[in-house]
């Protein structure tokens, strides 16, 4: 089946507890040890719905080698060495990039104008996503381009362990950095799960 239809792209994003944990737990360890955004990337597998279009699965997210300040945050080229190690290290293989994520401590879910820059920046991976935490709020933002010189906001959920082994997934070794700061609720925000 081809990849892209004329569907919009993408129809949703799916999301594992892990990776968002991991996200949450990063981002708030970074702000809890120097007061900045922090960021890294986002692995996982894109599956095609027969009649929709694609759909992003985020299977992990591993922590970013960051330039950060409370302000900005440049995720750095050694991340994606230090993210394939990581995957290596948990054994979770066939996963590809689908995208980055940094976030935005007790500002709100928003792509900025640098943010915007470094989002278009990956303008030639048409499944490029971006996404925005802000876990002091609960909330989180998963943005995709909708078209050559637009993007925006996209609905995504929570995935049940269920609906990860119907789809084949490899399941990541929860909590590695979730130890590292605090986690915050996962209600609110638009954070659903489905079963």
Request: with cysteine.
């Amino acid at each position: 089946m081809e990849a892209r239809n004329s569907a919009r792209y993408p129809l949703c994003v799916l999301l594992t507890p892990e990776a968002l944990a991991t996200i949450q737990a990063c981002t708030a360890a970074a702000y809890d040890q120097q007061r900045s955004e922090w960021g890294g990337l986002l692995w996982g597998r894109l599956f095609v719905h027969p009649m929709k279009g694609m759909v992003p699965v985020i299977v992990a997210a591993t922590n970013g080698v960051c330039r950060a300040t409370p302000t900005s945050c440049e995720i750095l080229p050694a991340s994606w060495q230090a993210g394939e190690r990581e995957l290596a290290d948990q054994r979770l293989g066939g996963l590809q990039c689908l995208g980055d994520f940094h976030s935005h401590p007790k500002m709100g879910v928003f792509m900025s104008g640098p943010d915007r820059l470094s989002f278009w920046s990956y303008g030639h991976v048409s499944h490029w996503l971006g996404m925005v935490v802000d876990p002091w709020r609960s909330d989180y933002g998963i943005f995709a381009k909708c078209s050559a010189d637009r993007f925006e906001r996209i609905p995504c959920f929570v995935m049940s362990h269920r609906i990860a082994q119907v789809l084949n997934l490899p399941r990541p070794v929860s909590g590695r950095l979730a130890g590292r700061g605090h986690l915050v609720s996962s209600q609110g925000g638009n954070h659903r799960a489905i079963r």
